[in-house]
Every structure is written in C-alpha cells, then in structure tokens.
Nanobody, 125 residues
Framework: QVQLVESGGGLVQAGGSLRLSCAAS????????MGWFRQAQGKEREFVAA?????????YYTEPVKGRFTISKDNAKNTVYLQMNSLKPEDTAVYYC?????????????????WGQGTQVTVSS
C-alpha cells in the first residue's frame, strides 16, 4: 500500500502560480503511473495530468491545462509535482494525487489504487 501526501495548495489571484507536491511512501508497492485529479464543488472528479513513473517520463494532460500546467517527478525522492501557471478561477478545486500500477489508462481514475487526502486550490478573479 502506498501512502500519498500532497502539499502546496492555497489561495492565489488569477494569473498566478502554485506548485503542488505529492510524496509517496510505503513498501512493497509497484507504481507505473502517478496522476493529478481535481474536484470542484458540485462537480465530478476529473483528470488533470499524469506521468509514467517507470519506463520513461511520458506526460499526459487534459486539454484545458495544456501549456499552463506541467507535471514532473523525482524518482529518488518518490515525489511528483504539478506546476500550475496562469491560473484561472475555473481551476479552483481540491486537487488529489494518485498512484497506480497501470501502464495504460492513466486518465482513468478507477485504475489508480492509492490516493492522497487532497489539497485545496482557490483562484480568485
């Protein structure tokens, strides 16, 4: 079982930046993908970005964040990051980090088996 702890959320004005971090710990786990999802109030959880944990560093993004958000990783620190630039009020949500064993379907939340507690990101207009 993997434990995930997110940090870095907060309140920022539109056009500002935040960097989220997600530290993984535990033993006996196999991670092939790590992702970020978000859930705005009254809406369903949606995919934001993902990165392959092993066998390369392919990145995946949902269209609304392409060019503004960047996912990266530090395998030595078991940490994945989400750099968010040019933030918009519609980016306001609770952001969740997830880890999973899948090699495909990195946009599918149901394939991830470990989740963090979430961190609030609020973008004011």
């Amino acid at each position: 079982q993997v434990q995930l702890v997110e940090s870095g959320g907060g309140l920022v004005q539109a056009g500002g930046s935040l960097r989220l971090s997600c530290a993984a710990s535990g033993s006996g786990f196999s991670i092939n993908a790590m992702g970020w999802f978000r859930q705005a109030q009254g809406k369903e959880r949606e995919f934001v970005a993902a990165i392959r944990w092993s066998g390369g560093s392919t990145e995946y993004y949902t269209e609304p964040v392409k060019g503004r958000f960047t996912i990266s990783k530090d395998n030595a620190k078991n940490t994945v990051y989400l750099q968010m630039n040019s933030l918009k009020p519609e980016d306001t949500a609770v952001y969740y980090c997830a880890a999973g064993p899948q090699r495909v379907g990195v946009r599918d939340a149901s394939l991830y088996d470990s989740w963090g507690q979430g961190t609030q990101v609020t973008v004011s207009s």
